[in-house]
């Protein structure tokens, strides 16, 4: 079945970075982008952005400009979502969720915890 | 950006009844709007895409519909499965945005 499934909690220091990956299968991987979408506790949902494992082309949201990078790699049709700079405010549940604009598949989320 | 809200925030329920949720846009979307129902610890579950489009494998139930300027998410007669949170979602626009969310609980 479709399934995206997400690497593990992390706990990080401020001013550090955090790379969470999110490994597709049931579906061809070059086919769908994949976005990624971050939860505060007990907050919303926010988009952070998308990349299009085809052609590697990426749009991200305004807040995270210069701050996140988002890969795949195809060979093991992955992908990566890469955020510099934390702060205490970025720790959340980020999820990868297929599509760029509709989102009909979760991954189960990865916890990132910032603190010192 | 395109800013959603969502009325009410939080409505107590019990099962059977019929349950409604608006959801409005700041600015015209034309009908790139989605609902998805988050359970807790769970990622969230797109229900209804397009306003009024029900995804596969979900209950009747559940409608999506257009008033106007308002965005009406329905369950016809609420099941113990569907105490959660229920987002509205426009994409319209980019970036797509995400309504505050609407909890249902008993």
């Known amino acids: 079945q479709v399934q995206l499934v997400q690497s593990g909690a992390e706990v990080k220091k401020p001013g550090a970075s955090v790379k969470v990956s999110c490994q597709a299968s049931g579906y061809s991987f070059i086919s769908f982008g994949v976005s990624w979408v971050r939860q505060a506790p007990g907050q919303g949902l926010e988009w952070m952005g998308w990349i299009t494992p085809y052609n590697g082309n990426t749009k991200y949201a305004q807040t995270f400009q210069g701050r996140v990078t988002m890969t795949t790699d195809t060979s093991t049709s992955t992908a990566y979502m890469e955020l510099r700079s934390l702060r205490s405010d970025d720790t959340a549940v980020y999820y990868c969720?297929?599509?760029?604009?509709?989102?009909?598949?979760w991954g189960q989320g990865t916890l990132v915890t910032v603190s010192s | 950006d395109i800013q959603m809200t969502q009325s009410p925030s939080s409505l107590s329920a019990s099962v059977g009844d019929r349950v409604t949720i608006t959801c409005q846009a700041s600015q015209d979307i034309n009908t790139y709007l989605n609902w998805y129902q988050q359970k807790p610890g769970k990622a969230p579950r797109l229900l209804i895409s397009?306003?009024?489009r029900l995804e596969t494998g979900v209950p009747s139930r559940f409608s999506g519909s257009r008033s106007g300027t308002d965005f009406i998410f329905t369950i016809s007669s609420l099941q113990p499965d569907d105490f959660a949170i229920y987002y509205c979602q426009q994409y319209d626009t980019d970036p797509p945005t995400f309504g505050p969310g609407t909890k249902v609980d008993v």
């Open positions: 969720a297929r599509g760029e604009l509709k989102f009909p598949v």
């Open positions: 397009d306003v009024s």
